[in-house]
């Protein structure tokens, strides 16, 4: 059986979800690279959204930011600013 981290399964809720959560996963460990994700965290980007990836690193780093809160859509082929 696979383990799935804790992080993973938020990275799959706010992907799911196709919104913005209120979590900041940089610099935090994952086991998907090349997959996209949406979050929004008042340390992140002035407290707006923004796009995260799985790094061939297995960390997630920061992609780009939003221009609000919730402009940020993840979708099953990727993420992106709304």
């Not at 959204?49 to 082929?77: K, L, Q, R, W």
Request: aromatic content about 10%.
């Amino acid at each position: 059986m696979k383990f799935i981290s804790l992080t993973s399964m938020i990275v799959s809720v706010a992907v799911m979800a196709g919104v913005a959560t209120a979590y900041n996963p940089i610099g935090q460990s994952c086991d998907t690279p090349g997959g996209y994700g949406c979050a929004q965290d008042a340390s992140v980007n002035s407290g707006n959204a923004f796009i995260y990836e799985c790094a061939s690193t297995d960390e997630f780093v920061y992609v780009a930011g939003c221009s609000c809160s919730t402009c940020c859509e993840a979708t099953t082929s990727g993420a992106y600013c709304t």
